[in-house]
């Protein structure tokens, strides 16, 4: 499929940092085409944690390359990028790989790259057998750390393989808390973790926070450890309110009641700019990557 995008404006940058959640919903809506917005996903993917102080490095390398390709060549664009993402490799090869096409495109104005297959054998035999693994039992759940011991390989390997098969819809995810893999059902309802609906109710509900208690009943579970956690490693704003402590029967470490619970000022210029929030290699919330 072709697609005009050598008509893009370089002004759908969001300036400066929004004052707070309330404006988080603003900072994330690029007025760009919606097949460049993939693109940038796509390419944000595949750095993965290099590029989490600076999301906006996956905007300048994807206009750059539209820029390169000029108005003839960029209408295939489209099938560069797809291109890459059909490969079984890693996403800083698949970076590699862009960046060498756009190098080319730069150095000869009539160049086009052969989009040829990689041969990947061993990655489609190993695809192969997690599939099998999870139709032999489709109520049974296997995480990569399973899934690694059983075919007897890395889980770094098995952790590439399965976010490639989860890109390309062979597998998806069904509870991020536990990163339970399955394979695709209709409408999957996908059980997000206690700190991901954390982060997502106090970005929708803006600069006061919500209280404690508020907040538990309405994620109907106890928070205790998840929002102790988040205020430990500086994603929740530390704890300034007298009140109530949560009854000693209570699972999990006291929590004062009364106290309104606040993203951090650090994660709110980190949710401005569409970056990551992460603990350790735990992605705890993300931009969304619905309808991409």
């Not at 009539?110 to 041969?119: E, G, N, S």
């Not at 704003?237 to 006291?254: I, M, Q, V, Y």
């Amino acid at each position: 499929m072709h697609h005009d995008v050598m008509t893009i404006k370089e002004d759908h940058r969001v300036g400066g940092v929004p004052r707070g959640p309330k404006f988080l919903a603003a900072a994330h809506d690029r007025a760009v085409p919606r097949i460049v917005d993939r693109w940038i996903f796509m390419v944000r993917e595949w750095a993965g944690r290099q590029w989490d102080e600076t999301p906006e490095a996956a905007y300048d390398l994807v206009y750059d390359v539209i820029a390169v390709a000029g108005p003839n060549r960029s209408k295939h664009l489209g099938e560069l990028f797809d291109h890459l993402t059909r490969q079984w490799a890693r996403g800083h090869q698949k970076l590699n790989s862009l960046r060498k096409y756009r190098d080319r495109m730069k150095a000869k104005p009539q160049y086009w790259p052969q989009l040829k297959p990689t041969r990947t054998t061993r990655s489609d035999a190993r695809a192969a057998k997690v599939i099998s693994l999870l139709q032999a039992n489709l109520d049974r759940h296997w995480t990569v750390s399973r899934l690694a011991r059983k075919l007897r390989t890395s889980i770094w390997t098995m952790h590439y393989l399965t976010m490639e098969m989860r890109i390309r819809g062979l597998i998806v995810r069904v509870d991020e808390g536990r990163g339970l893999l399955v394979l695709p059902r209709p409408r999957p309802q996908v059980r997000k973790s206690v700190s991901r609906q954390i982060i997502e109710k106090l970005i929708a509900a803006g600069d006061d926070g919500i209280g404690f208690v508020a907040l538990r009943d309405a994620i109907g579970c106890n928070i205790s450890h998840q929002v102790h956690d988040l205020r430990k490693i500086g994603v929740l704003a530390p704890s300034t309110h007298a009140g109530c402590w949560t009854r000693p029967e209570e699972e999990g470490p006291p929590i004062r009641l009364g106290t309104p619970v606040k993203l951090s000022a650090d994660a709110i210029a980190k949710i401005a700019r569409g970056q990551p929030i992460r603990n350790g290699r735990r992605t705890l919330w993300a931009p969304t990557d619905a309808g991409r």
